[in-house]
């Protein structure tokens, strides 16, 4: 019995963390086709221009929502974060899908020396209809 | 053990020293290098007086609450030792003529006076030359120079990669004709001693300039040189056209001679280093082989791409070796769209002149600000050259935006 219940752990933990792979390794290829031109392969951004991914608050932060709005709609806001100014416009991913976007937002979230919760499709959902 | 720890540490202490030679550059024979002041912000442009007294123009105001940094090598070892600084507003433009000292932000041009001693009067209360200039985010600087007449030429760049309807978006058309072009996109000229000049006072000078940063009067020729940036992402919104490859070395980076109303083809146009010509953009129908632009200029110099020309400065002085006598410096921030391959620039090239026209090949002058064992990323680059100033000795100056150092180069004779 012990040993079943152990064994059901290990395999449901070896699902989980294999299924993490999986999505961050997608989430990487959407990244190097469409993000990294602009925020690099290092995550680090273009210094006044391009802002990091790395190490950027608003990334691993709680505000998917924002996230998920910034990717599908661009960016092009006079705004600091965490303290600089960018000046260039970010693209539009109007057509990525639901799973794509949580892929992706898994990837940057937990790439480089970044370390927070993979973003699930359920979340993306919830964070679209909050606009 | 203690003579142990003692020789350790006297190694890296020669270690230390070792790597502070030159300031960290690599330059031609004969050449060193000091590294003249530090961390004194994001430093863009840099002007010297005839006092030897060098200011830079800072593109965000540092923590000591300066946007203007003075800085004075008072006993002549080639470090400021006093160091101040003014001003409330970010900008890259500084430009000293006589006892006149202009500086721009990202919509305007301010002209400080200065005195006998080549200290400014006016800190607090400039004139306003020109103001109301388009600042919209991308390619907002304002670079600066004056002609011998006293009129003032200023960049105001195109607020776009490519002038697409939909600023870099895949499939996004060019607008024909490009509506940017009326009001950015090129030199405006304007008068250098009126105030409160905007649009309807100034005249477009030349056009058809994606964005220029380096920009310098040549008295030889009498006329304005510049230098471009390249437009971007060939290969992100065309990737059947353009491998990363391709897009790593497209366009050239290209300075040109700009006599009044002249046009050098942006948007419709990019330069191809390869095949040697003006080539369609993808955006106005280009498949990377057809040409366009038959009344743009070809360019006098071209760069490799991305690696974003910040600055360009005539040698006037006798302190280096003859070569460099009139020839062209330029400031080479370093690039970011030749990802995924390694990126370059973050040196200052040099073009040799003879009778106003470039008369040999471009080659490195000075290397290394980006740190020997760095990969060269944007942010790991330990410094990215953007401003130069040449002093009255003949030595040149170098700026650093990314963590403000300034370095000076000069001749061992």
Redesign the interface.
Known sequence: MQFKIVSLVVVALFYCVQANAQNMQKGKKIY???C???H???G???????A?LDAASNVVGKDIARLVRIIRYGY?E?IALDGF?Y??????NPDLKDNELADLLTYIRNSWSNKASAITIAQVQAAKKKK | MYKLSNFLLACVLALSVNAQENAGLKLPTGFSATLFADQIGTARHIAINDKGILFAKLNNVNKAGQSIVRMEDVNGDGIAEKISGWGKYGGTGIFIKGNQLYASSDDAVYLYQLDANGEVTNPTAPKTIIQNLHSRRQHASKSITLDPQGNIYVNIGAYSNACQEKDRSVGSKGMMPCPILDSAGGIWKFDGSKENQSYAQGKRYATGLRNVIGLDWNNKTNSLFVTQHGRDQLNTFYPTMYTDAQNADLPAETMYEMKEGDDAGWPYVYYDPFQKKKILSPEYGGDGKLEGGKNALDPLVAFPAHMAPMALLFYKGNQFPAKYKEGAFIAFHGSWNRAPLPQEGYFVAFVPFKNGKPSGEWEIFANGFAGADNNKSPRGAKARPCGLAEGPDGSLYVSDDSKGAIFKISFNK
């Not at chain 1, 680090?44 to 221009?49: A, H, R």
């Not at chain 1, 000046?87 to 539009?92: E, I, L, P, Q």
Request: with cysteine; net charge neutral.
């Open positions: 190097e086709t469409r990294l031109a602009c690099q392969a290092d680090g951004g273009v210094p006044n221009m391009n990091p092009n006079r100014y000046s260039n416009a970010m693209t539009a």
